[in-house]
């Protein structure tokens, strides 16, 4: 098993930055890839971000390309999300979640940590 922990969600302004940062345990050296994903209220939950844990290599959604950055730290089995330029669209509970492997289904999934931006 997997445990994920999200921190460093808070309220910010717009315009603000904010930092996510999503701890995993357990077996994490199980993990292919790692991601961001948020769900706001009355709405579906929405892809945000991801990263490969060999090769950082990552996919934004078009809603937040250019303003939010995945970044990993394998040492720390840490993966970060820097938001830059927050929106109050952007208001929502912030999830981590981990797969084995390209294909896989996100299985392993954190508690989920608040985003609020105000207006």
């Known amino acids: 098993q997997v445990q994920l922990v999200e921190s460093g969600g808070g309220l910010v302004q717009a315009g603000g930055s904010l930092r996510l940062s999503c701890a995993a345990s357990?077996?994490?050296?199980?993990?292919?890839?790692m991601a961001w994903f948020r769900r706001a209220p009355g709405k579906d939950r929405e892809f945000v971000a991801t990263i490969t844990w060999r090769g950082g290599i990552t996919y934004y959604s078009d809603s937040v390309k250019g303003r939010f950055t995945i970044s990993k730290d394998n040492a720390k089995n840490t993966v970060y999300l820097q938001m830059n330029s927050l929106k109050p669209e952007d208001t929502a509970v912030y999830y981590c979640a981990g797969r084995t492997a390209p294909t896989a289904t996100f299985d392993f999934w954190g508690q989920g940590t608040q985003v609020t931006v105000s207006s």
């Open positions: 357990g077996r994490a050296a199980s993990t292919y890839a």
